[in-house]
């Protein structure tokens, strides 16, 4: 149980394009989404938390318009990537958390690289 | 504010023992234990919820010391995949009933036969 799948696995794009993101949580639902940026040898960063059917919060520094997150249904949240740059090559990685459950599953990851 | 992981990385020879050490400068609610590999998205070990409690599977335990703000991670015997970048994440409040896991750089871990 509680599967996060991510799609694509992996992403080449040319700058200034856009590239969507999905997160789905396969055998639960995920009241909570979390969207996750890890840099080579680096943690992992928090970029947004959303919740079902409300707008995403944003950390500090993570521009919203540039990073476009929906998390339309129980199981399914996506984001956005507009106007890509090469700075915003990175892994990307989302989480999930369902109800009032404190245990947080990861997706495999998105690794976009922007040239 | 992310929580301090100590080392930063360590070499362990298979069956040896090690541990690793979270401490956080703010009240922690829980801490969750996870190991990435590389190229890998991190895979949940466990979860520690209240002061004092102990968890464990199969060589690989952890404890939460709520007063000192710290958990630490025990991995006994090590085995070859054990290898990777282990981190801990703390929960804090963000509102409206909402916790987010804040996580530490990490700790590289490589057993070597």
């Known amino acids: 149980g509680a599967v996060v799948s991510q799609h694509p696995s992996w992403v080449i794009c040319k700058s200034g394009t856009s590239v969507k993101i999905e997160c789905r949580s396969l055998?639960?639902?995920?009241?909570?989404m979390f969207w996750y940026r890890q840099f080579p040898k680096q943690s992992l960063m928090l970029m947004a938390t959303?919740?079902?059917?409300?707008?995403?919060?944003?950390e500090q520094g993570v521009e919203k318009d540039k990073f476009l997150i929906n998390h339309a249904s129980l199981t399914l949240s996506t984001l956005t990537v507009t106007s890509a740059h090469p700075e915003d090559s990175s892994f990307y990685i989302c989480?999930?958390?369902?109800?009032?459950?404190?245990?947080?599953?990861f997706g495999p990851g998105t690794r976009l690289t922007v040239t | 504010q992310q929580p301090v992981q100590s080392p930063q990385a360590v070499i362990l020879r298979e069956g040896e023992d090690a541990v690793i050490n979270c401490s956080s400068s703010?009240?922690?609610?829980?801490v969750h234990w996870y190991r990435q590999k590389h190229g890998e998205a991190p895979v949940f070990l466990m979860i520690?919820?209240?002061?004092?409690e102990q968890k464990g599977h199969e060589k690989i335990s952890a404890s939460f010391n709520e007063k000192k703000q710290q958990s630490s991670l025990y991995l006994t015997a090590s085995q070859l995949s054990y290898s990777g970048t282990y981190f801990c994440?703390?929960?804090?409040?963000?509102?409206?009933?909402?916790?987010?896991?804040?996580f530490g750089k990490g700790t590289k871990l490589s057993v070597i036969p």
């Open positions: 994440g703390t929960d804090s409040y963000s509102g409206a009933g909402s916790y987010q896991l804040t």
């Open positions: 055998d639960f639902q995920a009241t909570t």
């Open positions: 520690l919820l209240k002061g004092g």
């Open positions: 703010k009240a922690l609610y829980s």
């Open positions: 959303s919740n079902e059917g409300s707008k995403a919060t944003y």
């Open positions: 989480s999930a958390r369902a109800g009032t459950s404190y245990e947080q599953y």
